[in-house]
């Protein structure tokens, strides 16, 4: 059984940072959007932990809005690994089409104001 206490939650954190580079979630350093995405994901649960491990009990309320954020991600991923995966990358391509326009919308929004 592992004991959970600072030194050992420091010391996986620093092991997973190392895991985890800009490169990680290049596209091109994977073979699938899905696995790119998986990587973003991942790397943005372990900035999350790491940020708030440091962050004091009073800020604990913002925590709360992060890990909901962290929590949809592992719902969302494990339904896409129930599909196989060229449906898994359509997906995530068409999620990535949506948020891309719905962005490019809002800035020309923004500018015709």
Partial sequence: ???LNEV???STLAKLRKTTSPRLTQAGALDTMF???LAASFAKALE???HFWHESESKSYSALSALRS???DLVVFEFLMSLDTAQR???IFSIMAVNHQKALQAQVG???H
């Fill in 48 to 50: 999350t932990t790491e």
């Fill in 8 to 10: 050992n939650i420091r």
């Fill in 70 to 72: 962290v929590c949809e």
């Fill in 35 to 37: 696995k790119c995405a």
């Fill in 110 to 112: 923004f500018m015709d």
């Fill in 1 to 3: 059984m592992v004991v």
């Fill in 89 to 91: 990358n359509q997906v």
